[in-house]
């Protein structure tokens, strides 16, 4: 067996092979399926995407009116289900409320039928479809309203808003909302995919692959960082104070939230896409004074860290987006599960297609021989 080096992170270690989306990270270029993300956000929406992703072409107009329909008559989550959710404790975490929800699907269709290009395709209607409802339908019980049922004349990312605010959204709202599901869609071997990849390598169900994915997603390393970033920036208050509160980061050694990436050593084009639809939304809705101190961040960040290759990630502009459309923060990361969840789906199908159970090694580093000691002579 080849031996090789220990890489802590698994950094530059290919973990699969995969024709799923391509970055190249000196560049700041990233495509789905070879379709650069600057086009796609400009043309696509969520859905079509998504399909694009899971399918590997973009869809005909039968086969994305096919795909929509089936969606939509798949968004509404069981009474069982709602009922579980009604019961988790209302300071709890949306992420753990999504992922045990996620989990929760599995009981109700166990049957593994991964051969079956039936099964695959009704797992991922069932799990894009219902994901969103299971977001919107946690924030409203959690507030002790009823959650509201989806609205069949909105489309994907229009529905999610009007459940989410009982009131059907602007129009330039809910499309800067379709294009954020677009970009946070996919992303290589990031660690929430390892994560689906690996649980999907033991043949296990879907809702398990989700599950897992979500639980690997919220950590403050990976999508996290998004609800962190807006903690940050309410933590800073003013322009003024950027430059000594990086400073004191920079010295203490601490992250900064939004930036950074194990690829990326130039601004992620997610970023620039974010930074510029938050603009939009701003003319529209009004000016958030975050941003002014987060632009200042972003100058201050490339002037001490430029040099390090650390510049502003997916996660630095989300949240102000998010925040401009009346979004709470604990939902930033929801949000981003909403649409990578396509992302997962288009590897959890790869994996199946070329399947061995990912089962890597150690650098063991122990103790060995070690006699016994009984309890009472410890
Ligand atoms: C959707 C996403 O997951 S996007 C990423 C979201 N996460 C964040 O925004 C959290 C902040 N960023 C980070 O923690 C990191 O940049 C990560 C986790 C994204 C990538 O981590 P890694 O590839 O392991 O990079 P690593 O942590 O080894 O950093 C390399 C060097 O850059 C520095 N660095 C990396 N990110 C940052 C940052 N955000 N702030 C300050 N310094 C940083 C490190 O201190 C390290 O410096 P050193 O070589 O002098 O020790
Ligand atoms: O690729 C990564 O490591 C993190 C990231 O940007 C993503 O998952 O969107």
Same mark, same amino acid.
């Given at each position: ?28 270029? +990233? ?79 166990? @049957? ?36 509201? @049922? ?8 229009? &529905? ?18 379709? /294009? ?22 033991? +043949?296990?169900?879907?809702?398990? /692959?989700?599950?897992?994915? /979500? ?10 960082? &998004?609800?962190?970033? %807006?903690?940050? +920036? ?17 010295? =203490? ?19 620039? %896409? ?38 502003? &990630?997916?996660?630095?502009?989300? $949240? +102000? /987006?998010? =925040? ?18 396509? $992302? ?10 070329? &399947?061995?159970?990912? @089962? ?6 122990? =103790? ?11």
């Amino acid at each position: 067996m080849m031996v090789c080096e220990y890489k802590p992170g698994l950094e530059g270690i290919p973990a699969a092979q995969s024709g799923i989306s391509y970055v190249d990270g000196q560049k700041g270029l +990233l495509e789905y399926r070879g379709i650069r993300i600057e086009e796609l956000a400009e043309k696509s929406t969520f859905l079509e995407t998504a399909y694009l992703l899971i399918w590997g072409e973009l869809p005909t107009v039968e086969e994305l009116a096919a795909f929509e329909d089936e969606i939509l008559h798949h968004r509404r989550i069981k009474y069982r289900i709602r009922d579980m959710m009604k019961s988790f404790p209302e300071s709890g975490h949306p992420m753990d409320a999504l992922q045990a929800s996620a989990a929760a699907l599995g009981l109700f269709y166990a @049957r593994r039928d991964l051969d079956n290009p039936v099964y695959i395709r009704d797992a991922v209607v069932r799990l894009l479809a219902t994901i969103p409802t299971m977001v919107a339908a946690f924030q409203l019980m959690r507030k002790g309203n009823d959650p509201v @049922r989806p609205n069949d004349d909105l489309d994907y990312a229009a &529905n999610f808003l009007y459940m989410l605010h009982e009131k059907e959204p602007d129009p330039l709202a809910a499309r800067i909302f379709d /294009v954020c599901l677009i970009l946070h869609a996919e992303h290589t071997m990031n660690a929430s995919t390892f994560s689906a990849r690996v649980t999907a390598s033991t +043949l296990t169900d879907p809702y398990a /692959v989700v599950a897992s994915a /979500v639980g690997t997603l919220g950590g403050p390393l990976h999508g996290g960082a &998004n609800e962190e970033v %807006i903690f940050m +920036l309410e933590e800073i208050g003013s322009v003024e104070n950027v430059r000594p509160y990086l400073e004191d980061c920079l010295q =203490r050694k601490a992250k900064i939230m939004g930036f950074g990436h194990r690829v990326y050593k130039v601004k992620d084009p997610r970023a620039t %896409i974010l930074q510029n639809l938050a603009e939009k939304l701003f003319a529209k809705f009004g000016h958030d004074k975050y941003y002014d101190i987060a632009i200042e961040m972003e100058r201050v960040v490339e002037e001490k860290l430029g040099q390090k290759g650390i510049y502003p &990630n997916v996660d630095f502009y989300s $949240g +102000l /987006v998010y =925040r401009k459309l009346g979004i709470p923060t604990d939902l930033f990361t929801p949000i981003f599960a909403i649409a990578r969840v396509a $992302g997962w789906l288009a590897h959890w199908k790869e994996q199946l297609e070329e &399947n061995r159970i990912f @089962r890597p090694t150690q650098v063991y580093n122990g =103790r060995h021989g070690i006699a016994y000691t009984p309890i009472d002579q410890r």
